[in-house]
């Protein structure tokens, strides 16, 4: 008598094959929309690290302000891309007023670049005695302030 052996197709293999596919797709899918994402962010801000010394001196008979910015280490300033703005934080003066200037208004010629040593100096009518003020850097190109003194 012969035997017959009859096979039962078992599915059981076939369905965890393709759980195992399902699973490395969704997987890839996933890392994939993580990847592209992460490389389409913005990198960090550029920093321009420098150090300063300022100071306003003002003749008490004339109001006139002499403001003197020394730049005493750090990376050098184009005078493309630097401006600097002088404003009064106390209002006693009549409306805030913003005194801006580019490196070629220094009466001290700073050529292309503010190096280090190098003293920025611009002068200004009506400086008012009692106002405390700011001086600020800023760099134009990126839009950021570079440094910020009293």
Same mark, same amino acid.
């Given at each position: !008598? ?14 965890? /094959?393709?759980?195992? %596919? @399902?699973?490395?797709? %969704?997987?890839?899918? $996933?890392?994939?929309? @993580?990847? @592209?994402? =992460?490389?389409? !962010? ?5 920093? +321009?690290?420098? #150090?300063? &010394?300022?100071?306003? &001196? ?5 109001? %006139?302000?002499?403001?003197? %910015?020394? *730049?005493?280490?750090?990376?050098? $300033?184009?005078?493309?891309?630097? &401006?600097?703005? $002088? ?10 007023? /913003?005194?801006?200037?580019? !490196?070629?208004?220094?009466? =001290?010629? $700073?050529? &292309? ?11 200004? +009518?009506?400086? =008012?005695? #009692?106002? @405390?003020? =700011? ?6 190109? *990126? ?8």
């Amino acid at each position: !008598m012969s035997r017959r052996r009859f096979y039962r197709r078992d599915r059981k293999g076939v369905s965890e /094959v393709i759980g195992t %596919i @399902l699973i490395l797709a %969704i997987t890839v899918v $996933l890392f994939s929309t @993580l990847f @592209l994402w =992460v490389q389409n !962010m913005e990198g960090p801000e550029t920093q +321009i690290f420098v #150090d300063f &010394e300022a100071n306003l &001196e003002v003749n008490e008979v004339s109001r %006139i302000g002499y403001l003197n %910015i020394t *730049h005493f280490g750090g990376e050098e $300033l184009n005078d493309w891309m630097t &401006e600097v703005r $002088l404003y009064p934080v106390t209002n006693t003066t009549n409306g805030s007023t /913003v005194y801006r200037y580019k !490196m070629e208004d220094s009466t =001290v010629n $700073l050529g &292309e670049t503010w190096d280090i040593g190098e003293t920025f100096r611009a002068v200004e +009518i009506n400086i =008012v005695l #009692d106002d @405390l003020y =700011v001086v600020e850097i800023l760099d134009t190109d *990126h839009d950021t302030i570079i440094w910020v003194g009293r």
